[in-house]
């Protein structure tokens, strides 16, 4: 086996000094790195893993893996309206692999490269294939979104098309491996909305991504604000090729309870929709009004998930 020291240090290191002002005192190397952040913002901070089998399927190109691993938690920084700038990443192998190890490299710096995101720190351990990534991103002072925020009267709208993640692993699991599969893609390389997360913070009242399907965000806002929804199902807007594939009923499902989208739910005032919609459309991105926020409790407007529909889009492995 490649010894620890040598994985990091060739595939994981960043692959060229950056020049730029990263706030990188002191990156991958010593027994931790050192971060100067920017004077007056706070810091963002999450992480996510994703575990082979359960989060992505064990057969899958190892730089979507790594593409992923770093999208899921990106998404996260997206949800708060935060500038993504450091990461930290520690990767589970069972195997030493140094192919499959350089092509996760691959994806994840590409990504990293994308988002200007910078890696300043990785370990590599014996175990079930698992990646784990902590995102740090900054935002302006009472600027971050938080699920709370939402008032009664808010719009609520989506980036994007839904449906895409679940719609995606169905795909794949009759057998379509192709990254470029619109579907598959989705699925697979989800791109975090980091871009209209910006602009949103100084727009929407707030912002969770869909990570767990529309419904189950919604909710986790909806307990937030203490507020209920009035959803409008036709208007969602379905991922291309998911009524194809599903049919127009699985499609819906996909769109309302199958997760894994990574695009952003939001809330916002009336009048703020349409300078929010041409923000985001100058860089090519959607956002689509598909109700709004109400007094008192719970979700209007939609059948909601047959017990099957549920099983079918969330219980199954990969
Ligand atoms: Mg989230």
Same mark, same amino acid.
């Given at each position: 086996?490649?010894?620890?020291?040598?994985?990091?240090?060739?595939?994981?290191?960043?692959?060229?000094?950056?020049?730029?002002?990263?706030?990188? !005192?002191?990156?991958?190397?010593?027994?931790?790195?050192? =971060?100067?952040?920017?004077?007056?913002?706070?810091? &963002?901070?999450? &992480?996510?893993?994703?575990?082979?089998?359960?989060?992505? #399927?064990?057969?899958?190109?190892?730089?979507?893996?790594?593409?992923?691993?770093?999208? *899921?938690?990106?998404?996260?920084?997206?949800?708060?309206?935060?500038?993504?700038?450091?990461?930290?990443?520690?990767?589970?192998? #069972? !195997?030493?692999?140094?192919?499959?190890?350089?092509?996760?490299?691959?994806?994840?710096?590409?990504?990293?490269?994308?988002?200007?995101?910078?890696? *300043?720190?990785?370990? *590599?351990?014996?175990?079930?294939?698992?990646?784990?990534?902590?995102?740090?991103?900054?935002?302006?002072?009472?600027?971050?979104?938080?699920?709370?925020?939402?008032?009664?009267?808010?719009?609520?709208? !989506?980036?994007?098309?839904?449906?895409?993640?679940?719609?995606?692993?169905?795909?794949?699991? @009759?057998?379509?491996?192709?990254?470029?599969?619109? =579907?598959?893609?989705?699925?697979?390389?989800?791109?975090?909305? =980091?871009?209209?997360?910006?602009?949103?913070?100084?727009?929407?009242?707030? @912002?969770?991504?869909?990570?767990?399907?529309?419904?189950?965000?919604?909710?986790?806002?909806?307990?937030?604000?203490?507020?209920?929804?009035?959803?409008?199902?036709?208007?969602?807007?379905?991922?291309?090729?998911?009524?194809?594939? =599903?049919?127009?009923?699985?499609?819906?499902?996909?769109?309302?309870?199958?997760?894994?989208?990574?695009?952003?739910? &939001?809330?916002?005032?009336?009048?703020?929709?349409?300078?929010?919609?041409?923000?985001?459309?100058?860089?090519?991105?959607?956002?689509?009004?598909?109700?709004?926020? *109400?007094?008192?409790?719970?979700?209007?407007? &939609?059948?909601?998930?047959?017990?099957?529909?549920?099983?079918?889009?969330?219980?199954?492995?990969?």
């Amino acid at each position: 086996m490649h010894g620890e020291f040598e994985l990091i240090n060739r595939w994981l290191a960043p692959a060229h000094a950056s020049t730029m002002d990263t706030g990188v !005192v002191l990156g991958v190397g010593d027994d931790a790195c050192l =971060l100067s952040p920017t004077a007056g913002q706070q810091l &963002v901070v999450s &992480v996510d893993t994703s575990v082979e089998g359960h989060h992505f #399927p064990a057969k899958a190109p190892a730089s979507a893996v790594g593409h992923r691993a770093l999208a *899921v938690s990106l998404s996260d920084l997206a949800a708060m309206g935060a500038r993504p700038r450091w990461c930290l990443m520690s990767l589970a192998l #069972p !195997v030493s692999d140094a192919a499959w190890v350089a092509e996760f490299a691959k994806g994840f710096h590409a990504l990293c490269d994308a988002a200007k995101v910078n890696l *300043v720190g990785g370990d *590599v351990t014996a175990g079930e294939c698992a990646v784990s990534v902590t995102v740090m991103g900054e935002v302006e002072p009472a600027r971050a979104l938080r699920r709370s925020g939402a008032r009664a009267g808010d719009i609520l709208a !989506v980036t994007g098309a839904l449906g895409g993640g679940a719609g995606g692993l169905a795909a794949w699991q @009759a057998g379509e491996h192709d990254l470029q599969h619109p =579907l598959v893609s989705r699925y697979l390389l989800p791109q975090p909305r =980091l871009e209209a997360g910006r602009v949103l913070a100084e727009l929407a009242s707030s @912002a969770i991504d869909i990570s767990d399907g529309l419904l189950a965000d919604l909710g986790h806002v909806l307990e937030a604000s203490k507020l209920g929804a009035k959803l409008d199902a036709q208007a969602i807007p379905l991922a291309e090729g998911l009524v194809d594939l =599903l049919g127009e009923e699985g499609a819906m499902q996909a769109a309302l309870s199958g997760g894994d989208d990574y695009e952003l739910l &939001v809330t916002l005032a009336p009048e703020r929709l349409a300078a929010a919609q041409a923000e985001l459309a100058s860089f090519g991105l959607a956002l689509t009004e598909i109700g709004r926020l *109400v007094e008192g409790s719970g979700i209007d407007g &939609v059948k909601m998930p047959t017990k099957a529909g549920w099983q079918h889009f969330s219980g199954g492995e990969p």
